[in-house]
Nanobody, 114 residues
């Protein structure tokens, strides 16, 4: 069984930055990694994904502000978040996809507020 452990969330002022990390409990080969988020009262939504080949995809709302990256050797994915806005406040989840199997992290809270 693989567990994903997220870190890097917290409270930040509007315009600030945070870097989220998500590491697997053991080395795992995956097809894609991604970040999702869920705000109170809303459905979970895609934030960004990155394939094993390095292709990336972003939600329109974060394009130009967020950057996803990965370290395959460490089975870790990152999300650099800049120019944060209050509407970015949510629980952020990472996901690793391997074939038909998805592994999810436990979530990390990001709060953007002055």
């Amino acid at each position: 069984q693989v567990q994903l452990v997220e870190s890097g969330g917290g409270l930040v002022q509007p315009g600030g930055s945070l870097r989220l990390s998500c590491a697997a409990s053991r080395s795992i080969s995956v097809n894609a990694m991604g970040w999702y988020r869920q705000a109170p009262g809303k459905q979970r939504e895609l934030v960004a994904t990155i394939t094993i080949g390095g292709s990336t995809n972003y939600a329109d709302s974060v394009k130009g502000r967020f950057t996803i990256s990965r370290d395959n050797a460490k089975s870790t994915v990152y999300l650099q978040m800049n120019s944060l806005k209050p509407e970015d406040t949510a629980v952020y989840y990472c996901k690793f996809s391997r074939g038909w199997v998805d592994y999810w992290g436990q979530g990390t809270q990001v709060t953007v507020s002055s």
